[in-house]
């Protein structure tokens, strides 16, 4: 897991979908560097945004857009007027994010900000042409097993007493929530089939209400009875690859974690528990095909 790309732009590289569909218009050839682009709130809430993504744009390409250079100028100036000396030195490359961690391949986004409110902090798969910023995680190369336990209320149990807050908010974090999370350790082949069937079923879900977002999907007074039904299926596939059932309330699962997480790091060598622990034990490999 790891952050988005983070442009530090002044916004000059964000474009809305007037804003995209203005400079296509009117300079079709810029259309292949303008990219969807998302963040939390985007991504909740089926928001749409785009950015300019010109990291292998031929530079004659970009030399003949008036509007493109005139967005890199003020990027420019955004950059060399920062107080931060780290950022003042990417005004040499205007055209590209300060930092870049786009996935070459699909990835599965996590939001860093989610309502305390929801059962379950929605998660899903976006292809890499979809470019996640800074207020995102990215899990490049996972699979259905990786968001059917992430999807789970067992993880989301564990986000619950783990994470920390933004106002209320849950504000999920790759080094404290997501590196220490204790995944099922030694899952049986039946196992992760049916988390993988029951994760499928969750998306499938989803999509089969498409005019909602997942602020609506996952809100707990506008929740679809057939999603709740599917969650609860993959509670029940997740729960099984623990060995368990049946857990009366969030203490009790965090009570398991908890000791789970103390066996796996009770087999490590001493000094070792507790730095990247969730790095060293299973990096979720136990549910990967």
Same mark, same amino acid.
């Given at each position: 897991?790891?952050?988005?790309?983070?442009?530090?732009?002044?916004?000059?590289?964000?474009?809305?979908?007037a804003?995209?569909?203005?400079?296509?218009?009117?300079?079709?050839?810029?259309?292949?560097?303008?990219?969807?682009?998302?963040?939390?709130?985007?991504?909740?809430?089926?928001?749409?945004?785009y950015?300019?993504?010109?990291?292998?744009a031929?530079?004659?390409?970009?030399?003949?857009?008036?509007?493109?250079?005139?967005?890199?100028?003020?990027?420019?100036?955004?950059?060399?007027?920062?107080?931060?000396?780290?950022?003042?030195?990417?005004?040499?490359?205007?055209?590209?994010f300060?930092?870049?961690?786009?996935?070459?391949?699909?990835?599965?986004? &996590?939001?860093r900000?989610?309502?305390?409110?929801?059962?379950? &902090?929605?998660?899903?798969?976006?292809?890499c042409t979809?470019?996640?910023?800074?207020?995102?995680?990215?899990?490049?190369?996972?699979?259905?097993?990786?968001f059917?336990?992430?999807?789970?209320?067992?993880?989301?149990?564990?986000?619950?007493?783990?994470?920390?807050?933004?106002?209320?908010?849950?504000?999920y974090?790759?080094?404290?929530v997501?590196?220490?999370?204790?995944?099922p350790?030694?899952?049986?082949?039946?196992?992760?089939?049916?988390?993988?069937?029951?994760?499928?079923a969750?998306?499938?879900?989803?999509?089969?209400?498409?005019?909602?977002?997942?602020?609506?999907?996952?809100?707990?007074?506008?929740?679809?009875?057939?999603?709740?039904?599917?969650h609860?299926?993959?509670?029940?596939?997740?729960?099984?690859?623990?060995g368990?059932?049946?857990?009366?309330?969030?203490?009790?699962?965090?009570?398991?974690?908890?000791?789970?997480?103390?066996?796996?790091?009770?087999?490590?060598?001493?000094?070792?528990?507790?730095?990247?622990?969730?790095?060293?034990?299973?990096?979720?490999?136990?549910? &990967?095909?």
């Amino acid at each position: 897991m790891r952050f988005g790309s983070m442009p530090r732009d002044g916004g000059h590289l964000i474009l809305s979908r007037a804003e995209r569909d203005e400079l296509i218009v009117a300079e079709p050839q810029m259309g292949t560097y303008l990219l969807r682009y998302t963040g939390a709130e985007e991504f909740l809430n089926a928001g749409e945004r785009y950015c300019l993504w010109l990291n292998y744009a031929p530079p004659q390409v970009i030399s003949a857009s008036l509007r493109v250079r005139k967005r890199l100028d003020e990027v420019r100036k955004f950059r060399l007027a920062s107080k931060a000396a780290t950022t003042r030195k990417f005004a040499t490359t205007p055209g590209l994010f300060c930092q870049i961690a786009q996935p070459d391949s699909n990835y599965l986004l &996590v939001p860093r900000v989610s309502s305390e409110r929801r059962a379950f &902090v929605p998660i899903g798969f976006m292809p890499c042409t979809v470019i996640g910023n800074d207020q995102v995680l990215l899990v490049p190369g996972a699979n259905l097993g990786h968001f059917g336990v992430l999807s789970s209320t067992m993880h989301n149990a564990w986000v619950r007493y783990t994470c920390g807050r933004l106002e209320s908010r849950y504000r999920y974090s790759k080094d404290i929530v997501y590196n220490n999370f204790p995944w099922p350790a030694t899952p049986t082949d039946a196992q992760k089939q049916k988390i993988e069937a029951a994760a499928q079923a969750v998306l499938d879900t989803r999509a089969a209400h498409p005019n909602a977002s997942l602020a609506d999907l996952y809100d707990p007074l506008t929740m679809p009875p057939n999603l709740v039904r599917a969650h609860q299926a993959l509670d029940a596939a997740v729960d099984g690859a623990y060995g368990r059932k049946n857990f009366k309330n969030d203490a009790e699962r965090v009570a398991f974690l908890f000791e789970l997480y103390q066996k796996y790091t009770s087999l490590l060598p001493a000094g070792v528990a507790g730095k990247g622990t969730r790095k060293r034990i299973a990096r979720g490999k136990s549910i &990967v095909s």
